[in-house]
């Protein structure tokens, strides 16, 4: 792995781990195993590495989609699928930080967009895969359902937090299945 993909996942793993506040340079270099001289040489200043994080994750989760896609893998099951999404702590703090850096980084928000396309073309597969039809009212409702729980889910961080998660997200389905 070179040194710039190296300070790119080490900045991914603080970043899943703590949020935001754990990115500062010494704590990356240390932890991608670099001089700081090489993390500056890549990202001058912090903004030029939360960039480079956006756009590395982007491409990341965009390729495991595609590669989903390609494959023909089946699908989970609606509430397997947005229970494990929202469930997932290093995604939600990696969506709100892609937010975040897209909001302050307008270079950044037309591949911004692109992803949330390519999100929700995958999440039309599952609802379909579901027996739901998939439509962009639906899909735009689970989106953002499943976000939304996923960062009250990692705000209050228990048991109790989870399970009501999943008894949101059932819900949310059963309305698109009566709806549909």
């Known amino acids: 792995m070179d040194a710039k993909t190296k300070i790119l996942e080490a900045a991914l793993a603080l970043l899943a781990k703590g949020g935001a506040q754990e990115l500062t340079q010494p704590r990356i270099a ?33 390729a495991e989609l595609a590669q989903r896609r390609a494959s023909g893998q089946r699908p989970p099951s609606l509430v397997d699928a947005a229970v494990a999404t929202s469930g997932d702590k290093r995604r939600m703090r990696m969506v709100l930080g892609l937010v975040t850096t897209a909001d ?12 949330l396309k390519e999100i929700r073309e995958g999440l039309t597969q599952i609802l379909r895969a579901g027996g739901l039809e998939g439509t962009p009212d639906q899909v735009a409702f689970m989106h953002s359902v499943t976000v939304g729980q996923g960062i009250l889910q990692l705000a209050r961080d228990n048991e109790e937090a989870r399970q009501e998660s999943q008894r949101v997200l059932k819900m949310a389905i059963e309305f698109l299945r009566r709806k549909s």
Do not use: C, N
Not at 42 to 59: E, M, R, S
Not at 104 to 115: A, D, I, Q, V
């Open 30 to 62: 240390k932890a991608a195993g670099v001089r700081q001289s090489h993390l500056t040489y890549y990202f001058p200043t912090i903004h030029d590495l939360l960039q480079g994080v956006a756009k590395y994750t982007l491409d990341a989760m965009t």
């Open 104 to 115: 302050r980084e307008p270079k950044l928000k037309p591949r911004m967009r692109e992803f």
